[in-house]
């Protein structure tokens, strides 16, 4: 798929997001299962794009992997495991982490947010981030769009009303919080910004080795097991080779 503005591609992404969270409510409102659609709609919306408007234009492939034994305890629920190609040369890799919780219809709070979890989550991967599954739209994030990009997004029509039905934040920033409740909106913007505009641009990755051997599930036990959704994005820049050359252990992943 082209797309002639970056507003069009994330468009694209938040409306897939979007019907990922509310195809599953109310009767499969289940963090598994809506993590599931979300992911293989991640790559639907991603595979084969190509991003014109910019003054660089780029280009995507995406797949999505489940992990098919132990689930994760240390690093999160998805991970996102960029492999980016610059127009300059310079190859990166670098993965960013969400750790996903549903909005309880009963209580209408996040009550899956355990602080000792996100703890051990901050401490393995500091840069992680807390994805919020909602039933009902997430508003008061407005000013945040504003202060990211002035102008950019906040006349988007993906964005009309400053709603949407998953957001993230700062996982540090929900602990310093220490709230389950609809107050965490307020820090959050939407997860398709953070995925287009921050992870596929290199930002709020972790590089570390160690790290992403323990993503791809061929780290030493200590670093403990891999989460349960892989999404492995290639980006290139221009007439970049489009290179994806690490993957999930197949003896651990499967894909979807």
Not at 36 to 47: M, Q, V
Not at 202 to 208: E, K, N, V
Not at 225 to 250: C, F, K, Q, S
């Amino acid at each position: 798929m082209r797309y002639d503005t970056y507003n069009d591609f994330v468009g694209a992404v938040e409306s897939r997001i979007r019907d990922a969270v509310r195809t599953n409510s109310p009767r499969s409102w289940q963090e598994n299962q809506i993590s599931y659609d979300l992911a293989t709609g991640i790559r639907a919306a991603l595979n084969g794009a190509w991003i014109d408007g910019m003054d660089r234009p780029f280009r995507v492939e995406c797949d999505v992997f489940k992990v098919t034994g132990k689930v994760e305890t240390q690093h999160g629920d998805l991970a996102v495991l960029v492999e980016f190609n610059t127009w300059a040369g310079e190859k990166l890799v670098g993965v960013g982490f969400l750790e996903a919780k549903k909005r309880a219809r009963k209580s209408g709070e996040y009550d899956g947010v355990d602080v000792a979890q996100l703890k051990r989550i901050s401490k393995n991967t500091p840069y992680a981030q807390l994805l919020l599954y909602s039933f009902e739209d997430i508003t008061d994030f407005g000013d945040n769009l504003r202060a990211l990009a002035p102008g950019r997004w906040t006349h988007a029509p993906l964005y009309s009303g400053s709603s949407c039905q998953a957001a993230v934040l700062p996982l540090n920033t929900a602990l310093a919080l220490k709230s389950k409740t609809t107050s965490l909106h307020k820090f959050a913007i939407p997860l398709s910004l953070q995925l287009c505009g921050r992870f596929l641009r290199g930002l709020d990755l972790h590089y570390d080795d160690d790290v992403i051997n323990a993503v791809i599930g061929y780290a030493q036990n200590n670093f403990g097991a891999p989460p349960t959704y892989v999404v492995t994005i290639g980006v290139a820049n221009g007439d970049r080779e489009l290179t994806r050359e690490i993957g999930p252990n197949h003896d651990l992943y499967e894909a979807l």
